[in-house]
Nanobody, 117 residues
């Protein structure tokens, strides 16, 4: 079982920055990739950034390329999302996700990011 806990969300002005953290605990041996998703109004979650645990593959949604950076600290079992030049359309609940090679997905409870003046 894997537990994911996000933190770091909040209210920020357009152009500002935030760093989200996702602390992972439990048996991580089967996890092959970790991702950040976000969900604004509506039921669909958008994949924002993904990283394989080997570090060989990193991908971003086109909407955040050049502004967001995904990284991880293996010693702390923590995934990060550095968000710069935030825009109002980045407002959403941001979720941490961990995926097994067999396909099972784990989710955190999310952290709210609001970009407004």
């Amino acid at each position: 079982q894997v537990e994911l806990v996000e933190s770091g969300g909040g209210l920020v002005r357009p152009g500002g920055s935030l760093r989200l953290s996702c602390a992972a605990s439990g048996d991580l041996s089967s996890i092959c990739a970790m991702r950040w998703y976000r969900q604004a109004s509506g039921p669909q979650r958008e994949m924002v950034a993904t990283m394989t645990l080997s570090g060989t593959l990193i991908e971003y949604a086109d909407s955040v390329k050049g502004r967001f950076t995904i990284s991880r600290d293996n010693a702390k079992n923590t995934l990060y999302l550095e968000m710069n030049n935030l825009k109002p359309e980045d407002t959403a609940v941001y979720y941490c996700n961990a995926g097994e090679a067999a396909g099972y997905q784990y989710w955190g409870r999310g952290t709210q990011v609001t970009v407004a003046s």
